[in-house]
C-alpha cells in the first residue's frame, strides 16, 4: 500500500526523528517489509551520529561522574573467589539437582523452606507460571552476608539477556547479581547481599537486558521467601 | 585512530559484561561530548546532567547491542545524546529561544577543551570534517536541517517558521543529508 519511493524520501526526517505523526508512522509500517528501507535508515543514523559526535565537547559538572556511577544496578563486576564452606555446599546442591530427583528434593523443600544445616541456611526457589519446571536453592551464611544459588530448569536466556536474582525486603528490591543458564538448563550464581538487606523476605529471578537492570522490568520467572 | 576504535569496542564489550569500571572509563572519555550535546540542544544545565545520566544508563544497558561495523563510538554516543536531548527539550515548558546554535558557531567555538585531551585529538579531525561538510551546504538546506537537528521541529513546523512549502523544507532536509554523506564517506575515520 506504502510505496516505497514516498517512504525513502521520508527516512532522513525518520533518522531526524523529526517527521510529523502520520508519516512517522507510515515509515514504520514500511520498514518492517523493506531491507533496503533498513539498511538506508541504519546509514541515515550513522549521519546523524556524525553531527552530534562534531559538535564541541563541553566539561561536564563535577559530581555528575558519581551520580551515574551509583545509578548502576548493584552487580558484581568479575565473579569472585566463592568462600569454602559455601562452595562446598553449592557442590552438593548441584549434584543434588542434577541427580534428577526432583520430587524427592521438592519435597525436603517443602518441609521446610528454610532449614539449619551446619549454621547455612537454604531457600528454595520455584519456577512461577503453571508451565514453568524451574527449581533451585540458595545457601546463605549465618549472618546472612553471602551466599551461592544453584537453579535448573530454567530456558536460555538468549545471547541479549541474562537473568537476574533480586532480594525483596518489605516493599524494596536489590539486585542480587546476573546469571546465565548452561544447554541444560543449569545457572549458579555467587551472591552478596547488601548490608540493608541482610534479613530479606523473599527472592525473585526475572529476565533483564544482558547488562541487568536496576530494578526488575519483567515478571518473575522464579520466587522463594523464607 | 584504528586503536582508538579498537579501544573503543573493548571498552564496549566489557561493559556489555557488566563491568561498572569499564562505564566510568567510557564516561571520562565521552562525558564531555555527551554533556555538551544536551547542553546546547536543551539549553539548560540541569537537563543536560539528566540526558547524560540517561544516555551512560542506555550505554550500561544497550553495550551489547553496539555494532563496531556500523560507527565509531562517539557516533553511537553522540546519536543516542542528541535523541535524548531532543526527548527532553519537546518536554520543557519553555524552549529556548529560536535557533542559535548552527554547526557554524560551533567550529568558531572550538576552543572549548575537552576535559581529556586524548578525547579531542581522537575525535576533532573528524569533527572538523563533518563540520566543514555542514559549512558547505547552501544556506537554505543547513538552516532547515538545524531546526530540524538542534531544535527537533518537524518538517511542517520548519515550513510554518521559514514560511516555505512543506515540499522545500523536505527535499532541503534530504538534500542536505545527501550532500553530508556523499562528502563525508559512509566510514569513520577513513
Ligand atoms: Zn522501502
Not at chain 1, 26 to 50: K, N
Not at chain 1, 55 to 72: D, F, H, K, Q, T
Not at chain 1, 168 to 192: I, M, N, P, Q, T
Request: proline share 5%; hydrophobic share 45%.
Amino acid at each position: 500500500m506504502t510505496d516505497h519511493e514516498e517512504i525513502a524520501g521520508l527516512l532522513t526526517g525518520y533518522a531526524l526523528a523529526c517527521l510529523d505523526s502520520e508519516d512517522e508512522e507510515a515509515v514504520r509500517e514500511h520498514l518492517a517489509g523493506c531491507a533496503e528501507c533498513r539498511s538506508e535508515l541504519a546509514a541515515l543514523r550513522l549521519s546523524v551520529g556524525e553531527l552530534a559526535a562534531a559538535m564541541a565537547p563541553c566539561p561536564p559538572p563535577a559530581g555528575l561522574e558519581e551520580r551515574i556511577m551509583s545509578a548502576l544496578p548493584r552487580i558484581r563486576a568479575r565473579p569472585r573467589l566463592i568462600p569454602p564452606f559455601l562452595a562446598a555446599a553449592a557442590a552438593i546442591l548441584i549434584a543434588l539437582l542434577g541427580a534428577g530427583n526432583v520430587l524427592q528434593w521438592q519435597r525436603s523443600q517443602a518441609d521446610s523452606a528454610r532449614r539449619a544445616a551446619g549454621g547455612l541456611v537454604t531457600m528454595a526457589l520455584l519456577g512461577s507460571g503453571a508451565g514453568s519446571s524451574a527449581f533451585g536453592t540458595i545457601v546463605l551464611d549465618p549472618e546472612d552476608n553471602e551466599g551461592v544459588l544453584a537453579v535448573r530448569g530454567l530456558d536460555s536466556p538468549g545471547a541479549s539477556g541474562r537473568y537476574q536474582l533480586w532480594l525483596v525486603k518489605g516493599e524494596r528490591k536489590a539486585s542480587g547479581g546476573l546469571f546465565e543458564v548452561d544447554s541444560h538448563g543449569y545457572g549458579s550464581l555467587v551472591l552478596d547481599v547488601p548490608a540493608d538487606f541482610r534479613g530479606f523476605d523473599a527472592l525473585m529471578v526475572t529476565l533483564e537486558p544482558r547488562g541487568g537492570s536496576a530494578s526488575p522490568s519483567g515478571r518473575a520467572v522464579m520466587q522463594g521467601s523464607r | 585512530m584504528q586503536k582508538e576504535a579498537q579501544d573503543d569496542d573493548a571498552l564496549l564489550r566489557r561493559i556489555a559484561e557488566a563491568e561498572g569500571e569499564a562505564l566510568r572509563e567510557l564516561y571520562r572519555k565521552y562525558g564531555g561530548l555527551v554533556y555538551g550535546i544536551g547542553l546546547r540542544i536543551t539549553g539548560d544545565a540541569a537537563v543536560a546532567e539528566e540526558v547524560a545520566q540517561d544516555v551512560f544508563m542506555s550505554a550500561w544497558r544497550g553495550a551489547a547491542s553496539y555494532r563496531p561495523d556500523l560507527g565509531a563510538v562517539a557516533t553511537w554516543l553522540g546519536r543516542i545524546a542528541r535523541n535524548r536531548a531532543i526527548d527532553a527539550l519537546r518536554g520543557m515548558k519553555s524552549r529556548p529561544m529560536p535557533l542559535r546554535e548552527d554547526w557554524g558557531e560551533l567550529a568558531d567555538a572550538e576552543d572549548t577543551r575537552s576535559p581529556d585531551p586524548a578525547e579531542e585529538a581522537g575525535r576533532s579531525q573528524r569533527a572538523k570534517e563533518v563540520r566543514a561538510a555542514v559549512a558547505e551546504l547552501p544556506e537554505g538546506q543547513r538552516t532547515a536541517l538545524s531546526l530540524a537537528f538542534f531544535k527537533g521541529m518537524s518538517h511542517s513546523e520548519i515550513a510554518a517558521a521559514l514560511g516555505l512549502p512543506l515540499g522545500t523544507v523536505k527535499s532541503r532536509i534530504r538534500d542536505a543529508m545527501r550532500s553530508l554523506r556523499d562528502k563525508l564517506g559512509e566510514g569513520g575515520s577513513a
